[in-house]
């Protein structure tokens, strides 16, 4: 009986304070931003812009001086002096799999096996947790979800952080299988008193399996007819036959070239890298094969004693120069993630153009993760994922979000900081 009340307890205590904003309703009226100044995310900025939306779709961009719309039945919101951009995309991200690490029942982002392509992350996707709120009020609206574990560990799927389920929530299904290249390096073991980083003496066995599974893989794709299904050759198709992306995930220069060099000898075209620390390094290399990257932490120390302290943050600008597409993701912690628009003010303070650092968190990625039909940047036609901040939204101290679209339904931006924030400053606000 005691254990059941304890329970009862906790299971109140997680509703009283796990709450989620509900999701928001479909759009009615179409709705008029004004007089804003419009973040395009293609490079271009309108100082005073309109922007319409009508069934979640964007209809008109324009300067409100001079563009003439009638806004009969409009929802008007007047942003002027405001800030308005595309919504931000996050990649790389275990969001919505992985709520409480030390709580085994909320991580659902791993899955048991080396190879395992057939898993699909997006049906685990939890529409209820509780950091979702947190990215939203920094104006991230899209998420790449990507399941971990063993050596390629599924396809990922973006998700719009606003929905019911994971069947409202998705965005685009299934956008590619991620590959988790072996480290050539192992780190020292401090509990055994090393000091020193060592060859991993399992690097080469690594590399022979993967090489093996994409034989095994090429030859069920082409079997005509094969006498047994194989759930795990038959999800690798979509990426042998370059209709789905293939991340490898790899931050050395020899793991991205080696990881890169094997794809291309399987004729796959359609690669991206992950990670990618050490791309400076190999900057022609990544032109030549037209490979994009999705730079992660870079917010961090650089990776050799030798390398100039602010590599990390100059590292998007000197790609860019390069001819190299870009996005910004994070690695670290799921709940820092809601700094990505902060990794591109970064960038820009480091030599970047805002502009180009903006299209590094919208168009750029959503061009690598295949979605730049849909959204990415404020064009007509395309879905009104918007945002509107008060201030600068790459800046920390300026980024407060006023409002927030998905598919043009409004979000509610509350979240548990939030709350705790109001009930608190009411407790305190007289001492």
């Known amino acids: 009986m005691k254990n059941i009340l304890i329970t009862v307890l906790l299971l109140v205590t997680v509703s009283a304070f796990g709450q989620v904003p509900t999701p928001a309703k479909d759009q009615i009226l179409p709705i008029a931003l004004m007089n804003g100044v419009v973040h395009v995310g293609d490079g271009s900025v309108i100082e005073n812009g309109i922007i319409t939306f009508e069934e979640g779709k964007i209809t008109s961009v324009g300067d409100a001086r001079t563009v003439k719309v009638d806004l009969t039945n409009y929802e008007v919101i007047n942003v002027s002096g405001k800030h308005v951009y595309p919504g931000f995309i996050t990649t790389n991200s275990s969001l919505g799999l992985n709520d409480i690490s030390a709580v085994r029942a909320t991580r659902d982002d791993v899955e048991v096996g080396e190879f395992t392509p057939n898993v699909r992350s997006l049906i685990a996707y939890n529409t209820d947790s509780e950091i979702i709120p947190t990215l939203r009020y920094n104006g991230i609206l899209l998420a790449q979800v990507v399941p971990k574990g063993g050596v390629i560990s599924g396809s990922s799927s973006i998700m719009a952080l606003d929905g019911w389920n994971w069947e409202d929530a998705t965005y685009a299904a299934d956008d590619g299988i991620h590959l988790f290249w072996p480290s050539f390096l192992s780190p020292p073991k401090w509990w055994l008193g090393e000091t020193e980083w060592k060859e991993n003496e399992s690097y080469k066995s690594t590399v022979q399996r993967i090489e093996n599974f994409l034989n095994d893989a090429k030859m069920y794709s082409g079997s005509a007819d094969p006498k047994t299904e194989n759930l795990k050759l038959k999800a690798m198709e979509p990426v042998l036959s370059g209709e789905k992306k293939f991340y490898v995930h790899a931050d050395g220069k020899r793991e991205m070239i080696e990881g890169i060099n094997l794809l291309l000898r399987f004729e796959i075209k359609n690669i991206v890298v992950v990670g990618a620390k050490d791309a400076f390094y190999i900057m022609d290399f990544l032109k030549d094969h037209n490979v994009p990257v999705l730079l992660k932490d870079i917010h961090r120390l650089p990776g050799r004693d030798e390398e100039d302290i602010d590599l990390p943050f100059k590292l998007p600008y000197y790609l860019n120069e390069k001819g190299i597409m870009v996005g910004l993701t ?13 990794y591109a003010g970064t960038a820009a303070a480091y030599g970047l153009d805002k502009e180009e ?12 993760l295949g979605i730049q039909e849909s959204t990415g940047t404020l064009t007509e036609g395309k879905d009104a994922n918007i945002i509107v901040s008060d201030g600068d939204a790459l800046d920390m101290r300026t980024n407060n979000i006023l409002y927030a679209f998905i598919n043009g339904k409004k979000l509610n931006l509350e979240g548990r900081q ?13 001492q």
């Open 330 to 342: 994070f690695g670290g912690s799921l709940q820092s993630t809601r700094n990505l628009p902060f």
């Open 357 to 368: 650092a903006l299209k590094m968190i919208t168009s750029n990625t959503a061009e690598i």
């Open 418 to 430: 939030q709350i705790l924030f109001e009930r608190y400053k009411e407790r305190y606000s007289d």
